[in-house]
């Protein structure tokens, strides 16, 4: 009989072994890593009833050869230079270091079966938290050594009544170990089976790329990754899109020799945003999809820096990122891993310089990139939106003239056939009959009216500031930003459309449409106004064609006709005349209030009261009880 003895006291297996990994996904990592490092081409994750397993068809381990009884050697450090770095066949670096990621699975199960075989010689033996017979495991018998889907070279590691599960569906399985473990292509497949049901993971990166819609690469090795992002917007391709050189920092640490050395400390790899976030949160996984991982030798170290480099600005949502450094793990220097192997040691200078570099260059520069995107993407939507509008525009205006043709036709011929002595019922009633019969040919209108934008802040550029504290009253107000044309606007929706002309833009809103909806007018009047051509144009378009409107004024100006004049305005004072601070004396304010109110009664908008809002503006202007 074979005998397996650990050459550690045992109760470090009990006192590692639940508290080594919190999450099974680590677990499966650090098992598929030794997978890895006996160069497997296939890993096969099996979900059963009573166990978990997980079997690989690498080298397996041999008893006579003396492998088990390293692989029994728990804590026993497995590269101690650069030859010992390199796996059995010479193809891929090791990921193993520590020599203590095979009690991984003894933070799943109290009882975990280990079974190999190496060229057609067959062991096993259970590895327990609380052995038996100290550092004495009990042997598993040949013909109990049975695999599912491995042959006459590999292992399997089973974990018998787990702790912990797997997903019930295995999209997220495969989305967790793939953002763990990407290391995937065609040399080394990871296969995940439960019942009948089977998923093969792919490579991460290449899965992820098509859901991008910025990427910065660093290295030649990862800047084919550019070729996968969606080219959507070619002309902008160089603004979204950049393959860069690999970010190499020189660093002085000690080695192993207690010497000072320096190092080139090389990052590499790949840092993007989403296009969207949407629909994701439906998919339950165990990380979040917005990380920048760090990873060493291909085996992660830590998955997310993100919140220690972040400053949780909003846009952080949709970044995602890999970073290779494989320094951390250069044998002759000190190992940076944290004790639950899922982390690392913040202080040490490796992990501060590339905490640094990823902060103040890499994920400021993706950030500005993905702004460049979302400002792309509000172009487009809004060119397609006001393309819709004209194309919508343009049917109802034939529509309206067929409707008009036909019924004065129909009308006409109808008349003409009760004669001169019709009385003016029966005309009245035929005309009726007639516009009722094509009226549906305006079915448009609706549709034309909701594609129009439905507020203008009319305004010159002086005046922005007070302009600028409107527009917030408005969205404060549940007004969208999409339904006000403001040109002074920081929001590119409320703008006009690149490459409209200012004047031929507003005559669609003020002259040329066949919609009964027209624009409503929000005038911000101050000395500034009588000396900018473009406000007296809109006082005059809204005066020739009777639109609504409301006046908002700064003192010391005096609106004037055509305006409505005789009608109350708002007014706002200033600290300095022509640019001061602004200011409202409290009637003032809550006139202002009213103001915003009466838009959003009239637009049908749903309005907050008025506390609310008078403790909002509160926050945008000064407001004082008396002068």
């Known amino acids: 009989m074979k005998e397996y003895r650990l050459s550690v006291d045992p109760r470090i297996l009990e006192l590692l072994g639940p508290n080594l990994y919190t999450n099974i996904y680590y677990v499966l990592a650090e098992l598929i890593a030794n997978a890895y490092d006996a160069d497997a081409k296939n890993v096969y994750i099996i979900s059963n009833k009573d166990d978990i397993r997980v079997e690989d068809d690498g080298h397996g381990m041999s008893y006579e050869a003396g492998d088990i009884a390293k692989y029994l050697n728990v804590a026993g450090v497995s590269r101690t230079t650069e030859d010992e770095s390199k796996t059995k066949s010479g193809a891929r670096r090791k990921m193993g270091r520590k020599g203590v990621g095979k009690l991984a699975a003894l933070s799943v199960s109290e009882n975990v079966d280990i079974l190999t075989v190496a060229n057609g010689?067959?062991?096993?033996?259970?590895?327990?938290?609380?052995p038996e017979n100290g550092n004495e495991l009990k042997a598993i018998e040949d013909e109990k050594i049975v695999f599912e889907?491995?042959?006459?070279?590999?292992?399997?590691?089973?974990?018998?009544?787990?702790?912990?599960?797997?997903?019930?569906?295995?999209?997220?399985?495969?989305?967790?170990?793939l953002k763990i473990f990407p290391l995937v292509d065609a040399n080394f497949r990871i296969h995940v089976i439960r019942g009948t049901e089977m998923v093969t993971i792919d490579d991460f990166d290449r899965s992820i790329m098509g859901e991008l819609g910025t990427l910065i690469?660093?290295?030649?090795?990862?800047?084919?990754?550019?070729?996968?992002?969606?080219?959507?917007?070619?002309?902008?391709?160089?603004?979204?899109?950049?393959?860069?050189?690999?970010?190499?920092?020189?660093?002085?640490?000690?080695?192993?020799?207690?010497r000072e050395h320096e190092y080139s400390l090389e990052v590499l790899g790949w840092i993007g945003t989403y296009k969207t976030t949407r629909g994701r949160k439906a998919e339950?996984?165990?990380?979040?999809?917005?990380?920048?991982?760090?990873?060493?030798?291909?085996?992660?170290?830590?998955?997310?820096i993100l919140p220690v480099v972040g400053q949780n600005k909003l846009n952080e949502v949709y970044v995602v990122g890999q970073l290779h450094v494989d320094l951390f793990e250069l044998t002759e220097l000190p190992d940076m891993a944290l004790s639950n192997r899922q982390g690392y040691k913040s202080d040490d200078l490796r992990y501060e310089a590339v905490r640094e570099f990823v902060r103040n260059e890499l994920l400021a520069e993706i950030l500005k990139m993905r702004e460049t995107y979302t400002d792309i993407v509000n172009a487009e939507k809004k060119r397609l939106k006001e393309e819709a509008q004209r194309n919508d525009e343009a049917k109802l205006r034939a529509?309206?003239?067929?409707?008009?043709?036909?019924?004065?036709?129909?009308?006409?011929?109808?008349?003409?056939?009760?004669?001169?002595?019709?009385?003016?019922?029966?005309?009245?009633?035929?005309?009726?009959?007639?516009?009722?019969?094509?009226?549906?040919?305006?079915?448009?209108?609706?549709?034309?009216?909701?594609?129009?934008?439905?507020?203008?802040?009319?305004q010159t550029y002086p005046d922005k500031a007070f302009a600028d504290v409107i527009y917030q009253m408005l969205v404060f107000n549940n007004?969208?930003?999409?339904?006000?044309?403001?040109?002074?606007?920081?929001?590119?929706?409320?703008?006009?459309?690149?490459?409209?002309?200012?004047?031929?833009?507003?005559?669609?809103?003020?002259?040329?449409?066949?919609?009964?909806?027209?624009?409503?007018?929000?005038?911000?009047?101050?000395?500034?106004?009588?000396?900018?051509?473009?406000?007296?144009?809109e006082v005059g378009a809204s005066w020739i064609t009777k639109i609504d409107?409301?006046?908002?004024?700064?003192?010391?100006?005096?609106?004037?006709?055509?305006?409505?004049?005789?009608?109350?305005?708002?007014?706002?004072?200033?600290?300095?005349?022509?640019?001061?601070?602004?200011?409202?004396?409290?009637?003032?304010?809550?006139?202002?209030?009213?103001?915003?109110?009466?838009?959003?009664?009239?637009?049908?908008?749903?309005?907050?009261?008025?506390?609310?809002?008078?403790?909002h503006l509160g926050t945008l202007v000064s407001i004082v009880d008396r002068i």
């Open 284 to 304: 339950l996984t165990d990380f979040p999809d917005n990380f920048i991982s760090l990873f060493a030798n291909e085996k992660m170290g830590e998955f997310n």
């Open 121 to 130: 010689e067959k062991s096993g033996f259970v590895l327990s938290r609380r």
């Open 217 to 258: 690469t660093l290295g030649e090795k990862f800047a084919p990754l550019c070729d996968l992002v969606p080219d959507t917007y070619p002309a902008r391709r160089p603004d979204l899109v950049a393959a860069k050189a690999k970010k190499v920092m020189p660093i002085t640490m000690k080695a192993d020799d207690k």
């Open 549 to 615: 409107h409301k006046i908002f004024n700064i003192h010391p100006f005096r609106p004037e006709h055509p305006l409505n004049d005789e009608m109350q305005w708002q007014s706002t004072n200033r600290t300095e005349p022509m640019k001061g601070d602004l200011w409202m004396i409290r009637l003032n304010a809550d006139i202002f209030c009213q103001k915003i109110e009466a838009v959003c009664d009239a637009l049908d908008y749903k309005k907050k009261n008025r506390k609310q809002n008078m403790d």
């Open 149 to 177: 889907r491995i042959e006459d070279h590999g292992s399997a590691i089973i974990m018998r009544n787990p702790q912990y599960r797997l997903h019930k569906t295995l999209v997220p399985v495969k989305r967790n170990l």
């Open 399 to 458: 529509a309206i003239d067929d409707f008009r043709r036909k019924a004065s036709e129909e009308a006409t011929s109808a008349l003409a056939a009760l004669g001169m002595n019709a009385s003016r019922e029966a005309v009245k009633e035929i005309i009726s009959k007639s516009i009722n019969v094509h009226s549906p040919d305006l079915g448009l209108k609706a549709k034309v009216d909701s594609q129009k934008k439905k507020i203008l802040i009319s």
């Open 479 to 537: 007004v969208p930003p999409e339904d006000i044309l403001y040109t002074n606007c920081d929001d590119e929706v409320c703008r006009v459309p690149e490459n409209r002309a200012v004047y031929d833009y507003l005559r669609e809103f003020f002259v040329e449409s066949y919609s009964t909806q027209k624009i409503f007018v929000l005038f911000v009047t101050s000395e500034n106004t009588k000396a900018s051509w473009g406000a007296i144009t």
